[in-house]
């Protein structure tokens, strides 16, 4: 849940008590769903590059502009927004981040279907939409600082139960199932491609429980958070391509298909897998951040 996760834990470090007030609990009690509205056309991985524009009218902003690759705004009820407000500041110091009704007049959300078949990504456009100014997180004009947080908050988001389930169902498959009279299991190769894939899950969640500990704890993880988003995107599609070498030809059945095994979560995975090695930052950007952040190493 986008409000949990993303919005609450940073509305709690830079809303004001007004807004803490106002949208926690609802948070807090799942009465409210976010979705990210970050992306545009003309900017992904370059947050800064945004166009997408906030005026000041009297107690108002209005807005407008597009949002892209939208996951779950059509089944949400506010945006969590990145807008520019000082045009004329430099890229990085003229955002703010916003709440924005879904209900607002001037909002329309088109599906995206993705790679899976699935509706889960959206292009939102936003024609002279009002939102009362109470609804900026912060500080005017200091939202690219407030994203930064938001997008450490985000890459902590691991759905880190998943890995042991997939891989435990594959370990099963490749016990039970038999070819030319051999389990699968018993091929060497297949043997250490499922060790290599054990440790890797472990190592994950080693990553996983740091950055529970550093939260507990009042600590912002924005450097673990990057191992850890970065590692486990990238095992995921380690994992699928191994579940689809050792599988064969039956890993391209879908969900729905009798005769797909892990009930065709091995094609959806390996199709899905992709686009999380782009959301909240490339894994270039991942290695880039753990370079400087972490290693102190210079900007390039």
Known sequence: DIGVLISGP??????????????????????????????????GSD???????????????????????SSGAHISDYAWMSVRTDPAATPHKGISLAIV???????????????????????????DVRIPKKNVVGEMNRGWYY??????????????GSFR???????????????NGQTVSSDPLIQDKLAELAIEIEVAYMFFWQTAWMLERGLLPD??????KLFTT???QRLASIGATVIGPY??????????????????????????????????IQRNIIAMRGLGLPWS
């Open 10 to 43: 940073t509305i709690m470090r830079f809303g004001s008590d007004e807004m803490k007030k106002e949208w926690l609990p609802r948070m807090a009690k799942g009465e409210i769903r976010f979705w990210l509205a970050y992306s545009e056309p003309n900017a």
């Open 47 to 69: 947050l800064a590059s945004i166009e997408t524009s906030a005026v000041e009218d009297g107690d108002d902003l209005v807005i407008n502009g597009q949002k892209t690759w």
């Open 101 to 127: 009704d879904n209900r607002s007049k001037g909002v329309t959300i088109r599906p995206l279907i993705n790679i899976c078949g699935f509706h889960s990504f959206n292009e939102v456009f936003f024609d």
């Open 147 to 160: 994203l930064m947080a938001a997008l450490d908050f985000e890459r902590l988001a691991v759905a880190i």
């Open 165 to 179: 389930r997939t891989f435990e169902e594959l370990l099963r498959y490749c016990k039970e199932t038999r070819h």
């Open 223 to 228: 450097t673990e958070a990057s191992v850890l």
């Open 234 to 236: 990238e095992l995921s």
């Open 251 to 284: 890993a391209e059945l879908e969900r729905g298909s009798k005769l797909a095994p892990l009930g065709g979560r091995v094609c959806t995975g390996y199709l899905d897998c992709i686009s999380a090695l782009v959301g909240a930052g490339t894994s270039e």
